[in-house]
Structure formats: structure tokens, C-alpha cells
């Protein structure tokens, strides 16, 4: 049964490269094939992916669907610098680089390449910083920082980590907080502490949650105190969240 079930497999991933490298304009064909290639257990070659994607021109659907299944070969250099080489484009579209951002962000195994690779995590680090130096986007900043945190080791991330909440704003500075959860350091209290005196509901929630267990109690109860009998939710959630 194994055997029938993985000539089944094959079939269906070679009908489905044969629909991609078709030159028929059936949207619905070739949406379906990168569906089929997407899914568990089969595989589409990185070049072919890469190739559709110059040909899909300006149909967005198509394209985040490309990407989607590219986050497959995330660990092939070809595929990486393809991520760079788009994401640093003016011309791209918000959409695409959140879905780029998206897919450094939830590939598996991508750590591997940036220790073998030094220059490219270099390269990923001035390009997120670039987004949240430059970029209008609120959501692009966002995902950027968190690829920050999430592939940076904890030496390089500290110092860029105070930087920001000294000089951001609160949207990011309230981002680091949520993400200074990593950090498993008492000495963050030092760092932080100032922000669970902030008139942003968010921002002092989140240093609230990352400092929990290394505040005192007395001094946490008291705090967690006013959160409950806050009339903003946001105040509420953050309390029972720590409870």
C-alpha cells in the first residue's frame, strides 16, 4: 500500500510540474498545481518555483502561493537571495514582502544555514533594520523585528533590543517586550521596570508579562491589582494572562 501510495504521490506531482511549465494562462490550473506542491510529501524543484514566479507578472495570488511553497527550500541559497533580491525592491508590494517576512519567520531549520552562513544573516539583519528604519508599514515593522529575535543570537539582539526602547515608539517598543520573553535574565528589571509606568495600555502590559516572575510579589500584586480593576480590556486580558 505504501509502494501504490507513493506512485500515486509521484503522479500527481509530476501532473502538477506539467501544468506549471504548460503555457496555458488557466489561472485555476496553475493555482491547483502549486496547491498540490505545497502539500506534505511532495516536492517542487526550487528553480521551477522561482521561474513562475517571474512569469506571474502582477497576479498577486499566485505569487503569495509561490512563496508559500518556496518556504519549503528556504534553505537553498538561490531561494534566499531571491527573498533578499524581492523584499529590497520598492516596486514590491507590502503583500509580498509580509509574506517573505512570513516565510523566514516559520521556516524550520533556517538557524542551520545562518551558522553556516555568516554574511547572509548579516545581510538579513541590515535588511530588517532597513524596514523598520524606513518602511510606513506597521505590520512589515513588526514582522521584521520579530525576524530579528527570532534568528539573531542573544549577543547581538541585547544591544539593538535597548537602542529601540530608548528611541522607538511605543507600537515597537511594545513589540520588544513581548518578544524580551526569550531573554531569561533577572537583570531585565533593571532595563524595563520604567515601562510598567507607561499611559500605553499595551507597552505596560507586555513589560507586566516579561517581568512577572521577576518582580516581588507584593510589588507584582499591587500592580496586577490595578490591572483588574481597570475598565480597559486590554488591561483585563494582560491580567488574566499572568494569572
Known amino acids: 500500500l505504501l509502494f501504490v501510495f507513493r506512485g500515486i504521490r509521484k503522479s500527481y506531482t509530476e501532473m502538477a510540474e506539467q501544468n506549471l511549465l504548460s503555457n496555458t494562462d488557466n489561472f485555476s490550473a496553475h493555482l491547483h498545481a502549486i496547491d498540490i506542491l505545497?502539500?506534505?510529501?511532495?516536492?517542487?524543484?526550487?528553480?521551477?518555483?522561482?521561474?513562475?514566479?517571474?512569469?506571474?507578472?502582477?497576479?498577486?495570488?499566485?505569487?503569495?502561493?509561490?512563496?508559500?511553497?518556496?518556504?519549503?527550500?528556504?534553505n537553498e541559497q538561490k531561494v534566499i537571495m531571491f527573498f533578499f533580491q524581492t523584499i529590497k525592491k520598492k516596486e514590491a508590494s507590502v503583500k509580498i514582502k509580509r509574506a517573505i517576512l512570513?516565510?523566514?519567520?516559520?521556516?524550520?531549520?533556517?538557524?542551520?544555514?545562518?551558522?553556516?552562513?555568516?554574511?547572509?544573516?548579516?545581510?538579513?539583519?541590515?535588511?530588517m533594520k532597513n524596514i523598520i528604519n524606513n518602511c510606513q508599514e506597521k505590520q512589515l515593522h513588526k514582522l521584521a523585528l520579530i525576524n530579528l529575535f527570532r534568528h539573531l543570537p542573544e549577543e547581538e539582539i541585547v544591544p539593538y533590543f535597548l537602542e529601540l526602547l530608548e528611541k522607538s515608539d511605543e507600537f515597537l517598543q511594545s513589540i520588544c517586550m513581548r518578544e524580551s520573553q526569550i531573554f531569561?535574565?533577572?537583570?531585565?528589571?533593571?532595563?524595563?521596570?520604567?515601562?510598567?509606568k507607561s499611559t500605553n495600555m499595551e507597552l505596560r502590559g507586555n513589560t507586566l508579562i516579561s517581568l512577572w516572575?521577576?518582580?516581588?510579589?507584593?510589588?507584582?500584586d499591587r500592580i496586577l491589582k490595578n490591572f483588574l480593576t481597570s475598565k480597559d480590556k486590554r488591561a483585563l486580558v494582560t491580567?488574566?494572562?499572568c494569572i
Open 213 to 220: 516572575k521577576y518582580l516581588p510579589d507584593d510589588y507584582r
Open 102 to 127: 512570513k516565510a523566514f519567520l516559520f521556516s524550520d531549520g533556517i538557524g542551520e544555514y545562518w551558522k553556516e552562513n555568516r554574511f547572509g544573516r548579516y545581510h538579513l539583519t541590515e535588511i
Open 184 to 196: 531569561e535574565d533577572p537583570s531585565l528589571v533593571f532595563y524595563l521596570e520604567k515601562f510598567l
Open 38 to 74: 505545497s502539500q506534505k510529501g511532495h516536492h517542487a524543484p526550487a528553480e521551477l518555483l522561482l521561474s513562475e514566479f517571474k512569469k506571474a507578472r502582477n497576479n498577486f495570488f499566485i505569487k503569495l502561493k509561490i512563496i508559500k511553497a518556496l518556504q519549503k527550500h528556504i
Open 239 to 241: 491580567a488574566f494572562y
